[in-house]
């Protein structure tokens, strides 16, 4: 078959999913912004109404707009990047072939609910984004991108005064769902919080291309298993549970 | 060849909109006609229309292209038929587009057939569709039921996506949309040569796709 010869010889594929709002696009054009100096980059994006998103990105100027393309969902977008994930796997294989090579092409999901992550055949590496404005007990309630995705960003934390959420908390809670994979706080005004950002985007790049990046499945809810015959149920506060998920 | 499975198993199988080949970005030109103000009321009639039209031409182009993969002959000519009797552009491409995404599971699934190994990429989504015909030893009567099937149930998904309806309603209406399809698979499946494909082009369906494939603002791929 030739499915994917060696993942490491094309780009590292990163998504990004989370509610409606919470920043998704905001993110990717902050990404371009710090990286298309230094890497070559482009973007698939998922709307509801084809191209809003892709509009947004190439007014954002962060990138060339040829390198930005919107996949239409047919007002599926959960099912786009996870049960029929072909239509998001022909952009992304029809980019690198147009740009080739390229370091990383960021699928962007169209805003859903917390259940909504992507399939490991589509992306290497994903994101899951919140933010304050959503409610401070968002975290604590889970999901699976909120616990198991690659890494939790909890976006706008400069709002957090102004909805009375407290982000130290925020954070607190989600890490202690996530059992130990990665938090960010993020403001676009906090630059330690976006050099941590980058930071673990050029992390997973070289672990991409060293071949020891695993796509990992965020899963359904609960329970789920974990390819190697195991089946468990999380509990909240389950704090044991520490095994790597691949 | 698997000819061990049955024809109706292989059939389900292909016609399930769970199989992934993105066929959750298809309207069959639904949402451009609703665009332009087709109604619910109408979507039946639409769905008809289709059937004595464009979807005929691909059902037809299906069938001569099984024919020719059988019996060892070059697809080219089937493929420029199709591609003349389907003026336009928009079609097309949806059409390859389509064809590409069913290539990937089909790939997939029959990996060491000839008929599939033998597809040219940018083919048509018909061709691909008569290759895995063949891969599956499904008769001609089949393939262009199948044609007809898939096209029936994607306006009738999209119709509940875009018009305000009741599902038991669409599935009623593709209940009686059936006899259409068998009628328009009995009448092509003897065809086996490129220029008895009929040229049952739909302008208007061409020119909302086209209108379609400029606009910014859609749900779906075509």
Redesign the interface.
Known sequence: ???TPTTADRALRIGICGPVGTGKSSLIAMLCGELASTLRLAVITND????EDA?YLRSAGVLEPERIRA??????PH??IR?????N??AVDQLEEDFAPLDIVMVESGGDNLTATFSPALVDTQIFIIDVAGGGDVARKGGPGITRADLLIVNKTDLAPYVGVDPVLMVADASEVRDGRPVIALSRGDRASVTALTDWVQTQLVAHRSGILVPADPGPMAPHSHDDGTLHVHHEGDDAHQHAHS | MTPTLPADLVLMLLADARLPTAGHTQSAGLEPAVTHGLQSAEVADYIALRLRTVTRVEAATAVVALHHVRQGLPLDDVETAWAARTPSAALRATSRSMARAMLRVVRRLWPDDPSVRALAPGVSRAVVLAAVADACGLAPVALARLVGYDDVQTVASAALKLLPLDPADVSAWVLDALPLVDRLALEVAPLTLPGSIPASGAPQIEAWAESHAATTRRLFSA
């Open positions: 078959m030739p499915e509801i109404y084809t191209d509009r996949v239409e969902t047919g007002a599926c099912t786009a049960d029929d994930i072909t239509a796997l022909l």
